[in-house]
Each structure stands twice: as structure tokens, then as C-alpha cells.
């Protein structure tokens, strides 16, 4: 089995990067390199990042393996599963085989990281990030009412039934969904004292607390 020689993640604070960097500190500690990335300024559009990713998106995660070999991720809920597989003494995630629990895992990141994740956007780009000219409050109230009539009754049937995403322990999915949590309070989504308390649970992390402890540099 191959092994890496280094990991750098390209990151901007409270964006989909905090996801990887959250499941980075809980397998490695601070054994990554972090560059921090002024999105908001454009710096992804510059020659040198477009070279490594045509999408200008974050985060990115460069493998060096040990045969020389560099590789780019670009989707975070492919690096937070590649990281917990990586890493099984860290049981973050089922044994990769077919059964109930590891089916109900890759189900929960996949919820999390496409389908929660593109409502989210919607209301992103609908109210902080189009000009206002080009924003449509229709599409913002549609995703709106579909975030708390169909998404949040979901996952408060599972707060009900179990503290994590997935059950009794936590595992990556919750890096996922904990972090589309939190964005989606910023729309006074997620308000249930069901989300209060997995939050809670959540932020007692030591690596969810170095994940955000950059989250006052957003915006800069």
C-alpha cells in the first residue's frame, strides 16, 4: 500500500475547506501544512491556481505520495472520506464493506456534501453573493422553505435517536453535517434545541476548535 510523503490544504476560514480542515486535525493534529487563500479577493483565479484547479473552488487538498507523485483533490466530501479510510485506528468511519452502518455513512456524507450543501448555496448566492440585481428572492424563499420542510425533519429524527449523524459515535459524516449545520443557522435555519445540543457535542472537539479557531479571519 502506498503511503504519502506530505498533505497541504488550501483553505479559507468558515468555507467548505473548514470541513477538511476539521477531519484533517482529527487524524493528524497539526502534521499538515494549511496555506490560507483570499478567495473572496480572487486569489483562485490567478494563472498559478487555475493551473492546479480550472474550478477556482475550495478547498484543495495536494497529496505528495512517495513515489514523487503530486495529486489534487478538489471535492470535500471525497477528502473527508479519503482521510477517515486513510486513517482506520481513528475509527471515524465503518469498515469499508457492505453493511448497514457503512451504507448509512456514505449516504449521510453524500446527503451532507450534494444535496444539503446545493440549498445552502442557493441562499448564499441569493442574498450575500450575486449584485443585488441579479439576485431572486424567489429562488432564496423556495430553498428557503425546502431547507426547513424537508431537510430539518430529517435530521432531528436522527438527533432522537442517537447524538451523531450516523449513531452513538462520532464518525467523518459529522464533519460534514456539522459543518452544513452551522452554515445553515446563518439563515436562521436549524434553530431545534435538537441542533443546539449536537452542536454542543460537536464543539467539545479539540480538533473542531482548531478547525474554526481561524473563523475571525473570514472576510479579510
Not at 467548505?16 to 476539521?22: A, F, G, I, L, Q
Not at 478538489?74 to 453493511?99: I, Q
Not at 442517537?162 to 453535517?177: Q, S
Request: hydrophobic share 45%; aromatic share 12%; net charge negative.
Amino acid at each position: 500500500m502506498m503511503h504519502y510523503q506530505k498533505l497541504k490544504l488550501y483553505h479559507y476560514p468558515l468555507t467548505r475547506s473548514v470541513r477538511v480542515k476539521w477531519m484533517l486535525h482529527e487524524v493528524l493534529g497539526d502534521a499538515f501544512e494549511t496555506e490560507i487563500v483570499a478567495v473572496i479577493k480572487g486569489a483562485m483565479l490567478t494563472p498559478e491556481m487555475l493551473a492546479k484547479n480550472p474550478n477556482h473552488n475550495l478547498p484543495m487538498l495536494d497529496i505528495v505520495w512517495e513515489d514523487g507523485r503530486e495529486q489534487t483533490m478538489l471535492e470535500s466530501g471525497a477528502m473527508v472520506m479519503w482521510l477517515a479510510d486513510a486513517f482506520p485506528d481513528k475509527n471515524l468511519a465503518p469498515a469499508p464493506e457492505a453493511s448497514f452502518a457503512r451504507t448509512d455513512y456514505l449516504q449521510m456524507i453524500q446527503f451532507g456534501a450534494s444535496w444539503m450543501d446545493a440549498i445552502l448555496w442557493q441562499l448564499r448566492l441569493n442574498r450575500d453573493l450575486l449584485p443585488p440585481d441579479l439576485q431572486q428572492r424567489s429562488v432564496f424563499d423556495m430553498n428557503h422553505a425546502k431547507w426547513a420542510r424537508e431537510i430539518e425533519p430529517q435530521l432531528i429524527a436522527r438527533f432522537e435517536q442517537h447524538a451523531y449523524i450516523c449513531g452513538a459515535a462520532f464518525t467523518a459524516a459529522d464533519c460534514i453535517v456539522g459543518h452544513i449545520v452551522r452554515w445553515a443557522r446563518a439563515y436562521d435555519l436549524c434553530a431545534d434545541p435538537a441542533f443546539d445540543d449536537y452542536l454542543a457535542r460537536l464543539e467539545t472537539r479539540p480538533a473542531f476548535q482548531l478547525a474554526y479557531s481561524d473563523a475571525d479571519q473570514f472576510g479579510k
